[in-house]
């Protein structure tokens, strides 16, 4: 191997090794030990932005460039599966009143879309780059994000489009709550989603969305929103099951939607259906943090079978985090994970959520997306929550 000095020969991308990563978290039980894959001293090679090879340090080959990890413990980029970064206005009054006892409600979604519809493209497209920057930062280097701020064809359009020109994950959310414009006419509303909205909304998107809720739409409403989104093409998620038990886990299950989100409120016949299928069930504890609820239990979903996945659900009102550490921390300290399986769920579990093979894992031919931590492994991640760990985020190859 040459030192981070020499300079390729050949007409291709040169080739760089991360060598003596102390404990490295491949997700692929091919290459390594246990569910995560775990390989001790390994090294993987990126050749442009893929993977090209993994293993133990000692058995690598020769390439162009190598940087030292030093002992550092590797793990794939974090996979942020559900966010909502279009959006302007500040929610902190919100916040310090429910902190002062007042009880969360989907209504308070409402202030976010007066100040998103009043914003400009530029401020919007800068809060975007801003969130995505930050998330990067901690390691993140998949991120879905939504509509939903706006309710009007034209703002829900100009949010995707704004979406789409930053990340490839991208869901038409404008079943997030009935717009205050059609506060009377809740049927009219869906006819709009399902119609001139969609319409405007579907080139933009990969997935469309729907708020299953108690205060926002009904198991009908919201099947209606789905079936047109895939009557489209766009792959169907489902908000399920956030704030009490309802009709959202089942409905995502009958639809093959990739993820039910949130799912906080789960009976046994939920837990079951998510296990018999290939729906994900995506948590999202800094929700439950933010507001004060009842933390989802993992434990029952992960010993069914289910798939699950974490995520920030980042967003101005009920989970204003970018830290998919932070929301590692919170799963293994308050619902029933171990930080095994947390480091799985945040990275191929929101891989298996946004149905990516080639993200969430290191393994050759996926995504050259790795991380290294200040730390000799991955469990530190929940060990020292609010320590900031990451020390190196590599990007498609790109050290960044």
Request: aromatic content about 6%; some cysteine; charged content about 20%.
């Amino acid at each position: 191997m040459t030192n981070d000095t020499t300079t390729a020969t050949t007409a291709s991308a040169p080739t760089t090794a991360l060598i003596h990563i102390g404990q490295l978290v491949t997700n692929d039980p091919s290459l390594g030990e246990g569910p995560l894959g775990l390989i001790q001293d390994a090294a993987v090679v990126f050749d442009g932005d893929r993977i090209a090879w993994v293993g133990e340090t000692s058995k690598a080959p020769a390439t162009d460039n190598a940087v030292d990890a030093a002992g550092r413990a590797g793990i794939p980029g974090f996979v942020d599966s559900h966010s909502h970064l279009v959006f302007a206005g500040d929610r902190t009054a919100e916040f310090n009143a429910r902190m002062s006892g007042r009880p969360y409600s989907a209504g308070g979604i409402r202030t976010t879309v007066a100040a998103t519809r009043a914003a400009t493209d530029d401020a919007l497209h800068a809060n975007v780059a801003r969130y995505l920057a930050e998330g990067l930062r901690q390691g993140t280097t998949t991120q879905e994000t939504k509509s939903g701020y706006g309710l009007t064809v034209e703002d829900e359009a100009r949010a995707l489009r704004i979406a789409a020109a930053h990340t490839d994950e991208v869901t038409f959310l404008g079943a997030h709550i009935v717009s205050p414009d059609y506060a009377d006419d809740p049927a009219g509303y869906v006819d709009l989603v399902t119609g001139p909205m969609l319409d405007a909304c579907a080139p933009h998107a990969r997935w469309v969305d729907v708020f299953c809720e108690k205060g926002a739409f009904d198991g009908d409403q919201a099947r209606a929103v789905l079936t047109a989104g895939k009557a489209k093409g766009l792959l169907p998620r489902v908000h399920a099951n956030q704030l009490g038990h309802g009709p959202g886990v089942q409905l995502a299950v009958e639809l093959g939607a990739a993820s039910a989100d949130h799912c906080t409120h789960l009976s046994y016949a939920d837990i079951d259906a998510l296990a018999q299928s290939d729906t994900v069930a995506t948590l999202l504890p800094g929700a439950e943090f933010s507001t004060r609820a009842p933390w989802p239990d993992a434990r029952p979903l992960l010993d069914a079978g289910a798939t699950v996945a974490l995520s920030t659900d980042c967003n101005p009102g009920s989970s204003f985090t970018s830290s998919m550490a932070f929301c590692i921390a919170l799963a293994v300290r308050d619902m029933g994970m171990t930080p095994d399986e947390a480091v799985w769920s945040a990275t191929e579990g929101g891989a298996r959520a946004l149905r990516r093979t080639d993200v969430g894992r290191i393994t050759p031919g996926a995504r050259a997306d790795l991380v290294l931590l200040d730390a000799p492994s991955h469990v530190h991640l929940a060990y020292r929550p609010g320590v900031p760990l990451v020390s190196a985020v590599w990007h498609k190859g790109v050290l960044v």
